[in-house]
């Protein structure tokens, strides 16, 4: 069974850090880049980061270049999203999911996670 599971979400001041994990199950990370999207009440899914299967090339959204940093550990079949500075328009529920090709549009991207809540608030 094809299946991503994300953890690592709660609360955290703002300021603060979380790091975010994404495992896979039922196939394997190697050949499909790995995206995070996150979606906020009322408003649509927005895309956070992507890092490429084949040469780890990574893309940021603007609002979080500096803060995020992608990362995938293919022997774990896992992908993490490292997130400093957080700030309360951080808040949403974060997803991660597989592409063939790197992008920040969520139609490229064909499995989910169920997503995990991230909340930045003191």
């Known amino acids: 069974q094809v299946q991503l599971v994300e953890s690592g979400g709660g609360l955290v001041q703002p300021g603060g850090s979380l790091r975010l994990s994404c495992a896979a199950s039922g196939f394997t990370l190697d050949y499909y880049a790995i995206g995070w999207f996150r979606q906020a009440p009322g408003k649509e899914r927005e895309g956070v980061s992507c890092?490429?299967?084949?040469?780890?090339?990574?893309y940021y959204a603007d609002s979080v270049k500096g803060r995020f940093t992608i990362s995938r550990d293919n022997a774990l079949n896992t992908g993490f999203l490292q997130m400093n500075s957080l700030k309360p328009e951080d808040t949403a529920v974060y997803y991660c999911a597989t592409a063939m090709t790197c992008g920040l549009r969520p139609e490229y991207y064909h499995y989910w996670g169920q997503g995990t809540q991230v909340t930045v608030s003191s």
């Open positions: 890092i490429s299967y084949s040469d780890g090339t990574t």
